[in-house]
């Protein structure tokens, strides 16, 4: 099983490819994830990516395509795998076919989790997270036993700039601009599965489940 799972930000699909990749034995590669560790390692690609990173730069699709080969080339994604937000433009996803050529693979499925807007901005607006030990907690769906104090260490909680509702919105609006020309592509080559995001979890997996083809 080879899949990709696209979705904006806030839609659960890394919740949904974590555990759906634990269910069917496949590795989930989420390259937000990769490039951390591999900064974290000082590999080779780490350190060029950091490179990047210190500068306040974009890492470059050249640069996360290379690191998505080297993950590939392992051995247990020799039954296939989940590739977690990735690609999120038409050249990363041009680059990702020739790369699947070059290693002599294709893909299965692309499952994407499409959420309404209001319902992402209350997910991503409600995040809180501790300025001492780091833990998050969400208004809503996670809140802490104590308004505005981490349950781990008694920490105060703050929202992140990057949460609030301006910032949210825009990353919103970047990310569908980015996307609708990615979905048109994989759904004119017949790969393209579309997932209701914003029910229960349970039932958003097994609708991913469905759609993605995989054992029931």
């Given at each position: ?171 919103l609006r970047v990310y569908e601009s980015q996307t609708a020309p990615l979905l048109a592509f994989y759904e004119g080559r017949g790969l393209l ?24």
């Amino acid at each position: 099983m080879r899949l990709i799972f696209l979705g904006p930000p806030g839609a659960g699909k890394g919740t949904q490819a974590r555990e759906l990749a634990l269910e069917w034995g496949v590795p989930q590669i989420a390259t937000g994830d990769m490039l951390r560790d591999a900064m974290a390692a000082g590999t080779p690609l780490g350190a060029e990516a950091k490179s990047y990173y210190d500068r306040g730069a974009l890492v470059p699709d050249e640069v996360i395509v290379r690191l998505i080969r080297e993950r590939l080339r392992a051995p247990d994604a020799g039954r296939g795998f989940i590739l977690d937000g990735f690609p999120r433009t038409l050249p990363q996803a041009e680059a990702l076919d020739r790369l699947l050529a070059e290693l002599g693979q294709s893909l299965d499925r692309v499952v994407y989790f499409g959420v309404a807007e209001s319902e992402l901005v209350r997910r991503l607006t409600g995040r809180r997270v501790c300025r001492s030990c780091g833990r998050t907690f969400h208004v809503v769906s996670a809140p802490p036993a104590r308004d505005g104090a981490c349950d781990r260490c008694g920490g105060a909680l703050y929202q992140r700039v990057d949460d609030g509702e301006d910032t949210v919105r825009n990353r919103l609006r970047v990310y569908e601009s980015q996307t609708a020309p990615l979905l048109a592509f994989y759904e004119g080559r017949g790969l393209l599965a579309r997932v209701a995001g914003d029910g229960p979890i349970d039932g958003v997996r097994a609708d991913a489940r469905k759609a993605a083809g995989g054992p029931r």
